[in-house]
């Protein structure tokens, strides 16, 4: 399985970005589907994740600002980020399971399989 994330970039506050994540090796249709970040220094953390039904969950510092979607034709999902802070600078992961339960979501070690970030730099 792979992952390509992508949509990352340099962006001042107030902007918005649009990330993406493109699976191959297999079909994303039922598995649940979440972006993580990780700032220089910090832990890896939860950012959204959107379930096989498209029920989503955000952390409570994006809820409002970032929105999860997802189009299982294209085997991708997406995060809309709009009104960007400088805290949101981070490296963006996309993580999948076909496995991880509604109450794990948040939990970096309940997902399968990752991709290789894209870096996301907001300027104040």
């Known amino acids: 399985v792979q992952l390509q994330a992508s949509g990352g970039g340099l962006v001042q506050a107030g902007g918005s970005l649009s990330l993406s994540c493109t699976v191959s090796g297999r079909t994303i249709r039922r598995d649940r589907m979440a972006w993580f970040r990780q700032a220089l220094g910090k832990e890896r953390e939860f950012v959204a994740a959107?379930?096989?039904?498209?029920?989503?969950y955000y952390a409570d510092s994006v809820k409002g600002r970032f929105t999860i979607s997802r189009d299982n034709t294209k085997n991708t999902v997406y995060l809309q980020m709009n009104s960007l802070k400088p805290e949101d600078t981070a490296v963006y992961y996309c993580?999948?399971?076909?496995?991880?339960?509604?109450?794990?979501?948040?939990?970096?070690?309940?997902?399968?399989?990752w991709g290789q970030g894209t870096e996301v730099t907001v300027s104040s």
């Open positions: 959107i379930t096989e039904s498209r029920n989503t």
């Open positions: 993580a999948g399971s076909a496995r991880v339960i509604i109450s794990s979501l948040r939990l970096k070690d309940a997902y399968e399989y």
